[in-house]
C-alpha cells in the first residue's frame, strides 16, 4: 500500500504542478505577444467610429475591465481569485452572457459526446488490433491498411463525409446541432429521442477516428508480446494457449493505456474540432465562435478548461493504471 | 548505410508509403508547368461551379458545323432537361391516372417519357389536382414535345437600325468539334465559393501545406533532439530539469497553446512560416523523450566509455558516438511530426486561427472555405472531398513509410 501511497502522491503533486503551470501559460502568453489584446478589442469595437477620444475611452474602460493598467503580478492574482469563483468576464459576443454561463452549458454536451466516443473507440480498435496481431493471415492483411487508412482521417474530414452521407443523401440522421432547433432544453420523451438523433454522427465519427491509431499500436504491440521469451516458453512447458494469449493481451494492453494518456490531448483536440462541423452545442462550436467574433475572455475561458479537462483526464488514466500494472509502483522503489 | 536504405527498400509498406509521397510530391512540381498562373485568382464570377470542361459558348456558336444525326441525341437531351421534381410530379400523374407504376424506375428516362406518351391527356383532370398543377403539367407537355420536335435556336445580330437580323441557325443535329472552338476551359475539380480552379488551388496548397508540415517538424525534431541529447547524455541536474519541463508540456495539450498562441499573434502576424514554426514549438516533447530514453540506453556502452577516455568533446561524442545510433528513431520521429503538423494547420485553420489568408492557399484554409460556404450541405463534393483524402493520403503515406521503418529498425515487429 505505501507504494500506491508515494505512486499516487506523485502523481497528483505532478498534477498540481502542471496545473498552475498551465493557469500561467494560459495568463502570460496572450500577454507576451506583442500585439495588445485590449487594443484589438477597441478596435474591434470601435470600427468606424472616428471620434477620438469616444475610442480612447472604450480602450481605458476596457484596460480597467481587464486589468491591464495593473502591474503584471496584481493582474495575476486578480486572474487567479476571479478563476477561482469561476467569474471569467463577460462575453464579448453573445453580451451580456456571462463567460462561465456559456461554458457550463457547453461542457455538458462535450463530455457526454467525448469520453464515450474516445473509449468506445478505444475499445474496439484494442479488440481489433488484438484480433489481427492473433489470427494474421488475410485478416491482417485487409485489417492493417484500412485501420492505418481511417486512423490517418482527420477527425473533422470523417465528421464531414459521415455528414453528407448519412445526413444529407440518406437522410437518417440530422445534420447540426445538438437536438433539435424548435425545442427548448427539458426533461421530455421527445427532447432524450432528438438529442440521441443528433448523438449519432458526432459519436460514431470520433469513434471510427480513434479505432483505426489504436488498432494499429495494439496490433503492433501484440505481435511484439507474442514474439517475446515467456510465450515461447510457456509454449515449451505446454500451458494452453488460450491462458497465453490472456497473459499476451495483458501485457499489451498496458502500453495502450499509457498511450491513451499521451494521446488524449491530441484526441481531444481533433474531437473539437470535429464538433464545429456538427455545430454541436460543445466547447469546440463555442471556441469557433468566440475566435470568429475575436471574444477574447471566452477564447481564454475555454483553453483553461480544455486544459483543466485534459489533465484530469491523464491523471485519472495514470491513477488507472498504477492498479492494474504492479510494476509501476514497485518502479518508485527503485 | 547502403545495405540500411536497400533494406528499408525492402519493406513492402515503406515503399507503398514513399511511392504515394512521390507521387503526390511530384504532382506538386509538375502540375503547375502545364497550367501556370496564380491559384488564387477568380476566375469564376459565381460560387461553386460543377467539375467538367467548359466550352465558350460564344466561340462555339462562331466554329464551323458538322452534321450528325445521332439516334439517341433526342433522347439524351430530354432526360437532361428533365429535373428530378419533374420525373417526381410525372409519377405522381401516372399514380393520379391509375397507371401501373410498379416496375417503374425513375433513373430510366427512356420508359418514363414512354409512359407519359402513353397516360398524359391533356383533357383529363384527375380529381382533387388544383388548375395550377393542371397548367404545370400542359407546361411540362409541351417543353417535352418541343425538345422532340428538333426546333431551331437562331442567332441574330443587330444591324444599324437596331433591328435584328438573322445571322445563323443552329440545327440540334449541328455539332461543334471542341478543338475548332477557341475557349475551352478544363475544371477538373470546379470551382470553389470565390470562383477559383480547385484543382489549381488544391495543388499549390498541398504543396503550401506540406512545407509547413516540413517546417514544423524540423523545429520540434531540432528542439527534441537537442533537449533529448542533452537531458540522456548530460544527467543530473540538466536531465531532471529538461524533464520537468517535458513533462509538463506533455500534458498541457499542444493544440490549446497552439489556439492560444496563434489568436495572441493576431491575423496579420500570422504567415504560412510562422504558424508552422508555432506548431513545431508545441511538439516537441514526444521526440525529447523518445531520444532521451534512447541516449540513456547507450550512453553506458563501451565505445562511447572509450571516446570519453581518450579525451573528445562532448559534441564530437553525442555527433559520432550516439546520433548515428539513434539516426533511425529520429528520422521516424520526424516522419510522424510532419503528418502530425500537416493535420494541427488543418484543424487551427478550421477554428480560423489559420495562416493569413490572402497569401496562399492551405489545405487547412480550403476546407474551412468550403465550410464556411456549407458546400457540404449544398452538394459541392469537389470543394472538401479532394482535400480531406489529400489530407488523409498525405497522412496515410509519411505513417505507412514509418511503420515500414519501423518493421526494419525493430525485428521483433515483423511480419
Same mark, same amino acid.
Given at each position: ?90 462575453? /464579448? ?229 498504477? /492498479? ?11 | ?35 501556370? !498562373? ?10 461553386? $461551379?460543377?467539375? &467538367? ?20 441525341? $433526342?433522347?439524351?437531351?430530354? *432526360? ?15 399514380? $393520379? ?58 442567332? *441574330? ?47 499549390? *496548397? ?28 548530460? &544527467? ?34 500570422? !504567415? ?110 469537389? $470543394? ?19 511503420? &515500414? ?11
Amino acid at each position: 500500500m505505501k507504494g500506491y501511497r508515494k505512486y499516487f502522491g506523485k502523481k497528483i503533486l505532478w498534477f498540481v504542478i502542471t496545473f498552475i503551470v498551465a493557469v500561467v501559460l494560459n495568463f502570460v502568453l496572450p500577454r507576451l505577444m506583442p500585439a495588445d489584446p485590449v487594443a484589438a478589442i477597441t478596435g474591434k469595437l470601435a470600427e468606424g467610429n472616428s471620434d477620438a477620444s469616444a475610442v480612447a475611452e472604450i480602450y481605458e474602460r476596457y484596460q480597467k475591465e481587464f486589468g491591464t493598467n495593473l502591474p503584471m503580478i496584481e493582474q495575476f492574482f486578480r486572474f487567479c481569485k476571479n478563476a477561482i469563483h469561476g467569474n471569467f468576464g463577460l462575453s /464579448f459576443s453573445q453580451y451580456p452572457r456571462s463567460v462561465s454561463n456559456i461554458i457550463t452549458s457547453a461542457i455538458g454536451w462535450t463530455i457526454a459526446l467525448q469520453f464515450p466516443a474516445i473509449i468506445v473507440g478505444w475499445l474496439l480498435g484494442n479488440i481489433l488490433g488484438a484480433l489481427a496481431a492473433y489470427i494474421r493471415k488475410g485478416y491482417d492483411k485487409v485489417l492493417l491498411p484500412v485501420a492505418l487508412f481511417l486512423g490517418n482521417v482527420p477527425a473533422f474530414g470523417m465528421a464531414v463525409v459521415m455528414l453528407v452521407i448519412f445526413g444529407v443523401y440518406l437522410k437518417i440522421a440530422p445534420i447540426a446541432g445538438g437536438y433539435a432547433y424548435d425545442m427548448i432544453p427539458h426533461l421530455s420523451w421527445d427532447f432524450i429521442k432528438s438529442v440521441i438523433s443528433h448523438y449519432q454522427l458526432p459519436f460514431w465519427s470520433i469513434v471510427l477516428v480513434s479505432i483505426g491509431g489504436q488498432a494499429v499500436g495494439m496490433r503492433s504491440m501484440s505481435i511484439y508480446e507474442l514474439n517475446a521469451d515467456y510465450v515461447k516458453y510457456s509454449r515449451f512447458l505446454g500451458i494452453k494457449d488460450r491462458k497465453i494469449v490472456g497473459y499476451v493481451f495483458r501485457n499489451a494492453m498496458l502500453p495502450q493505456v499509457t498511450g491513451l494518456a499521451m494521446s488524449i490531448g491530441t484526441m481531444i483536440g481533433g474531437a473539437l474540432v470535429a464538433e464545429i462541423i456538427f455545430s454541436y452545442p460543445g466547447l469546440g462550436s463555442t471556441m469557433y465562435t468566440a475566435v470568429t467574433a475575436a471574444d477574447y475572455p471566452l477564447i481564454s475561458a475555454t483553453t483553461l478548461i480544455i486544459t483543466i479537462m485534459v489533465l484530469l483526464v491523464t491523471l485519472f488514466l495514470d491513477i488507472i493504471y498504477g /492498479f492494474i500494472d504492479p510494476r509501476v509502483k514497485a518502479a518508485q522503489f527503485e | 548505410m547502403k545495405n540500411t536504405l536497400r533494406q528499408v527498400f525492402h519493406s513492402s509498406k515503406f515503399v507503398g508509403g514513399f511511392t504515394i509521397f512521390v507521387l503526390i510530391l511530384l504532382t506538386m512540381i509538375i502540375y503547375p508547368l502545364f497550367n501556370p !498562373g496564380n491559384p488564387l485568382q477568380q476566375i469564376g464570377v459565381g460560387t461553386f $461551379a460543377k467539375p &467538367g470542361t467548359y466550352v465558350n459558348l460564344y466561340d462555339a456558336t462562331k466554329a464551323p458545323t458538322e452534321t450528325f444525326r445521332l439516334e439517341d441525341a $433526342a433522347e439524351k437531351r430530354m *432526360a437532361n432537361s428533365l429535373s428530378e421534381e419533374d420525373k417526381v410530379a410525372m409519377v405522381e400523374w401516372f399514380t $393520379a391516372v391509375e397507371a401501373d407504376i410498379s416496375d417503374l424506375d425513375t433513373s430510366d428516362t427512356d420508359k418514363m417519357l414512354e409512359m407519359w406518351e402513353q397516360y398524359y391527356d391533356p383533357t383529363v383532370k384527375p380529381k382533387g389536382m388544383i388548375r395550377a398543377k393542371i397548367n404545370y403539367y400542359k407546361r411540362l407537355d409541351n417543353a417535352l414535345k418541343e425538345l422532340g420536335s428538333g426546333d431551331t435556336v437562331i442567332i *441574330a445580330d443587330k444591324d444599324e437600325t437596331g433591328a435584328l437580323v438573322e445571322t445563323k441557325k443552329i440545327l440540334d443535329t449541328d455539332y461543334v468539334n471542341t478543338n475548332a472552338v477557341a475557349n475551352v476551359k478544363s475544371l477538373p475539380l470546379g470551382t470553389d465559393n470565390f470562383g477559383r480552379d480547385v484543382l489549381k488551388e488544391l495543388v499549390s *496548397a498541398t504543396g503550401t501545406s506540406i512545407r509547413i508540415g516540413l517546417i514544423a517538424g524540423i523545429v520540434a525534431t531540432l528542439i527534441g533532439l537537442t533537449l533529448g541529447l542533452l537531458a540522456g547524455y548530460v &544527467g543530473g541536474f540538466l536531465d531532471d530539469f529538461i524533464m520537468f519541463i517535458t513533462n509538463i508540456f506533455t500534458v498541457i495539450p499542444g493544440f490549446v497553446l497552439l489556439i492560444l498562441i496563434s489568436y495572441s499573434l493576431g491575423q496579420e502576424q500570422r !504567415g504560412a512560416a510562422v504558424v508552422a514554426t508555432v506548431i513545431g514549438f508545441t511538439s516537441w516533447t514526444w521526440t525529447c523523450r523518445s531520444v532521451r530514453s534512447q541516449v540513456i540506453s547507450l550512453r553506458n556502452r563501451d565505445h562511447v566509455n572509450l571516446s570519453k577516455l581518450s579525451g573528445h568533446s562532448l559534441f564530437r561524442i553525442v555527433l559520432t558516438d550516439i546520433l548515428p545510433y539513434i539516426a533511425s528513431y529520429v528520422v521516424m520521429a520526424f516522419i510522424l511530426q510532419v503528418s502530425s503538423g500537416i493535420l494541427s494547420e488543418a484543424q487551427l485553420s478550421l477554428l480560423g486561427l489559420g495562416p493569413k489568408t490572402t497569401e496562399v492557399p492551405t489545405l487547412g484554409l480550403m476546407m474551412n472555405w468550403a465550410m464556411l460556404y456549407s458546400a457540404h450541405t449544398n452538394g459541392s463534393w469537389w $470543394a472538401y472531398f479532394p482535400v480531406i483524402l489529400t489530407i488523409t493520403l498525405i497522412s496515410f503515406s509519411l505513417n505507412l513509410m514509418n511503420t &515500414g521503418l519501423d518493421q526494419v529498425f525493430n525485428p521483433t515487429l515483423r511480419d
